[in-house]
C-alpha cells in the first residue's frame, strides 16, 4: 500500500510520457485499451495539477485525429504517425523506429523533456533510444511483464522477452505497482541496474465511492430482485472470463445473473468472445449472462455499485485497477490470488482471494457473501475504507520525487 513522505525537486518542468500502442484518450475496455489508459491519464493529469507539464506520445490509430490534444493546462496527448493506423498490437514492434523518430522530431524542436517515462514494453524500446539521443534520465513502467504472464500460462514472444532485459538494462528507474509485484521482478529479472521504486495506482474518488444499489440497478437496467455478479476488463484469454462463466455454473444461487462489461481485444479477443459464449451456451447459462458494451470510465461506477460481487479472475495481474475501483464503491471482490491483487485485498476483510483456477472455489466464495449481505456489506466498507489510501495526487507526488531524483543524476544507468 502506499505509505512514506514524498518531496520535489524543481528541476523536472516537463515530462515526455510515452503510450506508444494505445491512447490514454481512448476507452477502457475497447481494442487495446484498459487499466494503462487509465494510469498514464490520470497520472498525467495530476502531475499538471501539481506543476509538471505532461506530454503523452501515442501511435495515430485512427486518420483525421487532430495532431495534438490540449487535454487540460498543463497535459497535452501528441498523436505520432508509425505506420499504418489500422496495425495490430502484435506488429507494432515493426514500427518502433518510426514512432521514435516522430517523438525525437517534437523533443529537438519545441517541446524538449527533462525525464521521458515509457509504458509497457514497446513504448520502453523507443524510450532506450530516446534516451541515448538526447542523454535523458528514463523512467519505465512495464504494466506488464512477459515472464510473468507465462507463469500465468500466457507465454510472450522471445522477442519480447528480449526486449525487456534491453529496458530493464537501461532504465534509470522502473515503478512497480504494490510490493507484491516488486518482488515478482526482483524473482524473475533480478537487481535491475537502476531504481525499483513502488508508485502505486489511485482511484478516483469523485466517481467512485459507495452509492444506492437499488438506483444504481436502475440506472443500468439491471433486475432488482435477484443476485449480480460483475465482470468488468477487456475479453481475452489473460482475463479469465471462461472461469467466470463456470463460476456462474457452479454457484448455489440458481437465480443470480453475470454482468461482463468490457469488448474484444487483441488477436485473441474475437475468438475468445465466441468461445465464451459457446461454452455458456453448452453449458446452459447464457439466458444468464448480459454481456455490456465498453462503458466511458465514469460509468463503471454505477456498475460496480450495482452488484452484489465483483469478479476478478485474472490470470495474472499487476496490480487491479477493478477490484481497486469496485472495493471504492464499496463493493465486495472475489478476485484471483495472483500478482498485486493480493497486495491490494485483505483476505477476508476487504475481499476474497481464491488460490488456483478451480470454478468450485470461485463459487464458493461468491456464494459466501450472497448468503449473508450483512457481512458482504462490512466487507464492502472496509474495502472502502481501504480504497481511500489510493489517489492519483499521491502517485503523482511520488514520481514527482522520483523524477527529481533520476533528473538531478543526469542520468545514472549507462548502457549500449
Known amino acids: ?73 498543463g497535459h497535452r496527448v501528441v498523436y505520432v504517425p508509425a505506420g499504418d493506423p489500422a496495425l495490430p498490437k502484435e506488429r507494432l514492434a515493426e514500427v518502433v523506429d518510426e514512432f521514435t523518430a516522430g517523438v525525437a522530431e517534437q523533443l529537438a524542436g519545441e517541446r524538449p523533456a527533462d525525464v521521458v517515462h515509457a509504458n509497457y514494453w514497446l513504448s520502453g524500446l523507443a524510450g532506450h533510444r530516446l534516451k541515448h539521443r538526447f542523454d535523458l534520465p528514463l523512467v519505465t513502467t512495464f504494466h506488464t511483464l512477459g515472464k510473468v504472464k507465462a507463469e500465468g500460462g500466457d507465454p510472450e514472444s522471445a522477442e519480447r522477452l528480449a526486449a525487456e532485459a534491453e529496458i530493464i538494462g537501461c532504465s534509470d528507474a522502473i515503478c512497480v505497482s504494490c510490493t507484491e509485484e516488486a518482488e515478482q521482478f526482483r524473482r524473475l529479472y533480478g537487481e535491475p541496474p537502476g531504481r525499483l521504486e513502488i508508485v502505486a495506482p489511485g482511484v478516483e474518488h469523485a466517481f467512485f465511492a459507495p452509492g444506492q444499489r437499488h438506483g444504481a440497478r436502475l440506472a443500468v437496467d439491471l433486475p432488482a430482485g435477484v443476485p449480480v455478479v460483475l465482470f468488468v476488463g477487456r ?52 439466458h444468464r449472462i448480459r454481456f455490456v458494451e465498453p462503458q466511458p470510465h465514469h460509468i463503471l461506477s454505477t456498475y460496480y455499485r450495482a452488484a452484489d460481487v465483483v469478479l476478478v479472475p485474472s ?17 465486495p471482490v472475489v478476485a484471483a490470488a495472483v500478482g498485486g491483487l493480493r497486495s491490494l485485498i485483505d483476505h477476508g476483510d476487504s475481499g476474497l482471494l481464491v488460490e488456483g483456477r478451480d470454478p468450485v472455489r470461485y463459487a464458493a466464495a461468491v456464494d459466501t457473501l450472497l448468503a449473508d449481505p450483512a457481512a458482504a456489506a462490512v466487507m464492502g466498507g472496509r474495502a472502502a475504507e481501504r480504497a481511500r489510501r489510493y489517489t492519483w495526487g499521491f502517485a503523482a507526488a511520488r514520481l514527482r520525487r522520483l523524477y527529481g531524483d533520476v533528473a538531478a543524476e543526469r542520468p545514472a544507468v549507462l548502457c549500449s
Open 1 to 73: 500500500m502506499p505509505t512514506g513522505s514524498v518531496g520535489f525537486d524543481p528541476v523536472v518542468r516537463h515530462v515526455a510520457l510515452l503510450s506508444l500502442h494505445t491512447s490514454p484518450l481512448a476507452q477502457p475496455g475497447v481494442g487495446d485499451g484498459g487499466g494503462m489508459n487509465v494510469y498514464v491519464r490520470e497520472l498525467a493529469s495530476s502531475l499538471a495539477q501539481a506543476g509538471v507539464t505532461c506530454t503523452t506520445y501515442t501511435r495515430l490509430v485512427e486518420p483525421g485525429l487532430p495532431a495534438v490534444v490540449d487535454v487540460e493546462p
Open 315 to 331: 490470470r495474472s495481474e499487476s496490480f487491479g485497477l477493478v477490484a481497486l475501483e469496485a472495493g471504492a464503491c464499496g463493493t
Open 235 to 286: 475479453i481475452q484469454p489473460l482475463k479469465g472470463i471462461d472461469l467466470a462463466v463456470a463460476t456462474l455454473v457452479a454457484m448455489a444461487s440458481r437465480d443470480a445473473v453475470l454482468v461482463v462489461v468490457g469488448g474484444a481485444s487483441g488477436v485473441q479477443g474475437a475468438a475468445e468472445l465466441d468461445r465464451v459464449r459457446r461454452l455458456a451456451d453448452e453449458l446452459g447459462v447464457a
